[in-house]
């Protein structure tokens, strides 16, 4: 009996653990669907293309939506001047060399990947200072400081989906050898972001060190 009561107890943790990656997986999601009139298959396309692109050149998530919000409102065929196209508004003509293997600038994944890799390399040109990184990516310290402002938006969004994937994470490696090994979900967990303090972006607040690492490979 306490071998079958095991599996029983092994497949309710996996079953939880399932619903709640499931469930902290839609808080951005379901934030720009909400607020920006995204359809649900678009807003998770662009939530899961902007925390790989985060992952990838060590920017916090919600730095990449302020960006989006501001220059396209998410809106993925947006164009701007000088040709800028797509949610991060990438100029081509700027940056050939980055985008000559990129067939569809309108493309989620693709902008994302593009507009963050070209934050990333101006963050590496500016020593880590990320207020003009954010000068040359938008051409002004005013946009800087709106970019810092928008972020403070979208830090509780994406606190809100850490602390529901580190729950997840707890809930699935639950221990099914007995119901009192498996932990409750967390309540402190947290993010990597840190909001900004200030209303200029301050590189440290954003959980950003003075020197910006190489994205991971």
Not at 126 to 149: E, F, H, P
Not at 153 to 174: E, K, M, N, W, Y
Request: charged share 15%.
């Amino acid at each position: 009996m306490s071998r079958i009561l095991c599996l029983i107890m092994l497949s309710l943790c996996l079953v939880q653990g399932a619903e709640a990656e499931e469930s902290a997986k839609d808080h951005i999601s379901a934030y720009l669907t909400q607020k920006f009139g995204l359809a649900e298959t678009k807003a998770a396309q662009i939530s899961d293309a902007v925390q790989a692109a985060a992952a990838k050149y060590s920017l916090p998530p919600a730095l990449l939506l302020a960006i989006i919000s501001i220059e396209s409102r998410f809106k993925e065929k947006a164009k701007g001047p000088r040709g800028a196209t797509g949610l991060m508004q990438v100029v081509p003509a700027a940056h050939r060399g980055l985008l000559k293997n990129v067939k569809d600038l309108t493309e989620p994944d693709a902008n994302i990947e593009a507009g963050s890799a070209i934050l990333h390399g101006y963050l590496q040109s500016a020593g880590g200072d990320l207020n003009l990184a954010l000068k040359n990516y938008g051409g002004s310290m005013a946009y800087a400081q709106k970019v810092s402002m928008r972020v403070e938006t979208f830090a509780p969004v994406v606190a809100r989906q850490g602390d529901g994937l580190a729950a997840a994470s707890q809930t699935a490696a639950c221990d099914a050898s007995a119901a009192d090994n498996c932990p409750a979900p967390a309540s402190g967990a947290r993010s990597f972001f840190i909001p900004a303090r200030s209303a200029v972006a301050d590189p440290a607040s954003m959980g950003l060190s003075a020197t910006v690492p190489a994205p991971a490979p």
